[in-house]
């Protein structure tokens, strides 16, 4: 299986060496990290006590670490914390965010970049983030004595329905698990039909909930508002996580509800970083004046009309969140993306909208439409006109911020149910060494 593998994912790059290279050339992703990716040359862990190893994928996956690590490394302080990612983007923000912990790129999943990963890290538990079943990794790890979980897991319609056309050469991956701690039920459900075995899969929640942030007087979302000179009379439009497409149809909404909401102000945060400098030059071009949060030039663009915010960091979009009067989430107004993360806008208590397309958090989505806690738009003019009636109708919005906020905040507790799970394969170890 091993070698079949190997031989799959060597054509697969080089059929896509081409689009890979591409835009290697043109946005400078993929170029890092191909050495440690492709030969496995994780650090080596100095240390001889148990180790758990933390696989996420990118930014957002790391951040929702943050509870997890916090009571793990409360609760098992013998132990060592080590983390990968996959991303540049999200190499480089574990990095800022656990400057105390090894931190390095995910091996890609060949047997020879896993076994040495995994010679070098020896990690007693590898827990992988949300979902990335890596057969050659999932193998490595169990031939060398460790167990493997799922933390935080989801498994989407789409994805289900790609895994299951290959249960048949992915079953023993599955049943390699030792543990998969999902969001909701109907995750529990997808990951028992490829093959998990029911009494290792756990319901624990979204550890997205956890550490959520609902005060906006909190010291990151307070600076940023300093720096970025906001004025406590303005109204805050916040388009966060955006994607192709959905920077031009904020600006559009924005222009529109400016006319006779003049206090208004426009923040963007594109989900990816190396789509910054293209939204800076699309806004440039429309005839706004743009203040970058990279530059932090916020002081020499004051005037009328007010520029546009656009916030060209990694890692302040849960502080920018904390801004917003009135949140549209990315990723979802065109097919194909799923939508982001929209429990942290809601968690402050602003009027939240997303758009149709919001696979990757469906449950969270039904829930906070089931009671008035958000409101889906359409389309860019569907975008346009939900603005314009939060503005014009600030009640409303204010209700419906207040109570998605409520929803959110009172979904805390999957953190400390994700570590009973991770805890219980510490104590089968210890029984394992005692048998």
Same mark, same amino acid.
């Given at each position: 299986?091993?070698?079949?593998?190997?031989?799959?994912?060597?054509?697969?790059?080089?059929?896509?060496?081409?689009?890979?290279?591409?835009?290697?050339?043109?946005?400078?992703?993929?170029?890092?990290?191909?050495?440690?990716?492709?030969?496995?040359?994780?650090?080596?862990?100095?240390?001889?006590?148990?180790?758990?190893?933390?696989?996420?994928?990118?930014?957002?996956?790391?951040?929702?670490?943050?509870?997890?690590?916090?009571?793990?490394?409360?609760?098992?302080?013998?132990?060592?914390?080590?983390?990968?990612?996959?991303?540049?983007?999200?190499?480089?923000?574990?990095?800022?965010?656990?400057?105390?912990?090894?931190?390095?790129?995910?091996?890609?999943?060949?047997?020879?970049?896993?076994?040495?990963?995994?010679?070098?890290?020896?990690?007693?538990?590898?827990?992988?983030?949300?979902?990335?079943?890596?057969?050659?990794?999932?193998?490595?790890?169990?031939?060398?004595?460790?167990?493997?979980?799922?933390?935080?897991?989801?498994?989407?319609?789409?994805?289900?329905?790609?895994?299951?056309?290959?249960? +048949?050469? &992915? %079953?023993?991956?599955?049943?390699?698990? *030792?543990?998969?701690? #999902?969001?909701?039920?109907?995750?529990?459900? /997808?990951?028992?039909?490829?093959?998990?075995?029911?009494?290792?899969?756990?319901?624990?929640?979204?550890?997205?909930?956890?550490?959520?942030?609902?005060?906006?007087?909190?010291?990151?979302?307070?600076?940023?508002?300093?720096?970025?000179?906001?004025?406590?009379?303005?109204?805050?439009?916040?388009?966060?996580?955006?994607?192709?497409?959905?920077?031009?149809?904020?600006?559009?909404?924005?222009?529109?509800?400016?006319?006779?909401?003049?206090?208004?102000?426009?923040?963007?945060?594109?989900?990816?970083?190396?789509?910054?400098?293209?939204?800076?030059?699309?806004?440039?071009?429309?005839?706004?004046?743009?203040?970058?949060?990279?530059?932090?030039?916020?002081?020499?663009?004051?005037?009328?009309?007010?520029?546009?915010?656009?916030?060209?960091?990694? +890692?302040? &979009? %849960?502080?920018?969140?904390?801004?917003? *009067?009135?949140?549209? #989430?990315?990723?979802?107004?065109?097919?194909? /993306?799923?939508?982001?993360?929209?429990?942290?806008?809601?968690?402050?208590?602003?009027?939240?909208?997303?758009?149709?397309?919001?696979?990757?958090?469906?449950?969270?989505?039904?829930?906070?439409?089931?009671?008035?806690?958000?409101?889906?738009?359409?389309?860019?003019?569907?975008?346009?006109?939900?603005?314009?009636?939060?503005?014009?109708?600030?009640?409303?919005?204010?209700?419906?911020?207040?109570?998605?906020?409520?929803?959110?905040?009172?979904?805390?507790?999957?953190?400390?149910?994700?570590?009973?799970?991770?805890?219980?394969?510490?104590?089968?170890?210890?029984?394992?060494?005692?048998?």
């Amino acid at each position: 299986m091993p070698i079949v593998l190997n031989l799959i994912y060597l054509g697969l790059i080089t059929l896509l060496s081409p689009v890979l290279a591409l835009r290697a050339w043109k946005t400078g992703k993929y170029r890092e990290g191909w050495a440690e990716k492709f030969f496995g040359r994780a650090p080596v862990r100095v240390g001889d006590g148990p180790c758990l190893w933390f696989h996420a994928v990118s930014v957002g996956e790391v951040l929702l670490l943050r509870p997890l690590i916090a009571e793990f490394a409360r609760r098992r302080p013998g132990w060592e914390i080590v983390i990968s990612a996959t991303t540049s983007t999200g190499l480089k923000v574990a990095r800022e965010t656990y400057p105390d912990l090894v931190t390095f790129y995910a091996p890609l999943d060949f047997s020879w970049a896993t076994h040495r990963a995994i010679s070098r890290v020896r990690p007693t538990i590898l827990a992988l983030v949300e979902l990335e079943v890596w057969p050659n990794l999932v193998r490595a790890v169990k031939h060398a004595g460790g167990r493997v979980a799922i933390v935080n897991g989801r498994l989407s319609v789409r994805s289900h329905k790609g895994y299951r056309r290959l249960r +048949g050469p &992915l %079953s023993k991956t599955f049943r390699r698990l *030792d543990s998969v701690a #999902v969001q909701t039920d109907e995750y529990a459900a /997808r990951f028992a039909d490829l093959g998990v075995p029911l009494d290792r899969i756990k319901v624990t929640g979204s550890v997205k909930f956890d550490g959520l942030e609902g005060n906006r007087a909190n010291p990151r979302t307070v600076a940023l508002k300093k720096a970025l000179n906001l004025g406590s009379s303005e109204i805050v439009f916040v388009a966060g996580s955006t994607m192709d497409g959905e920077e031009s149809a904020a600006l559009a909404a924005y222009r529109n509800a400016r006319i006779t909401h003049p206090s208004l102000r426009l923040v963007i945060v594109p989900r990816h970083a190396e789509r910054f400098e293209q939204v800076a030059q699309m806004l440039e071009a429309a005839g706004e004046r743009v203040i970058r949060r990279s530059k932090n030039n916020a002081r020499s663009l004051q005037g009328e009309p007010p520029a546009v915010i656009l916030v060209d960091t990694l +890692g302040e &979009l %849960s502080a920018v969140w904390g801004l917003a *009067d009135i949140a549209f #989430v990315g990723g979802s107004l065109f097919p194909g /993306r799923g939508g982001q993360n929209m429990m942290e806008p809601a968690a402050f208590g602003a009027s939240v909208m997303f758009g149709s397309h919001t696979s990757n958090f469906r449950a969270t989505v039904e829930q906070l439409l089931h009671r008035g806690g958000a409101r889906r738009v359409s389309d860019a003019a569907d975008l346009r006109n939900a603005l314009l009636e939060d503005l014009d109708d600030p009640e409303t919005a204010a209700v419906r911020g207040a109570t998605a906020s409520a929803f959110v905040l009172a979904q805390n507790g999957a953190s400390l149910r994700t570590f009973d799970e991770i805890d219980r394969l510490v104590d089968l170890r210890s029984l394992d060494r005692v048998a």
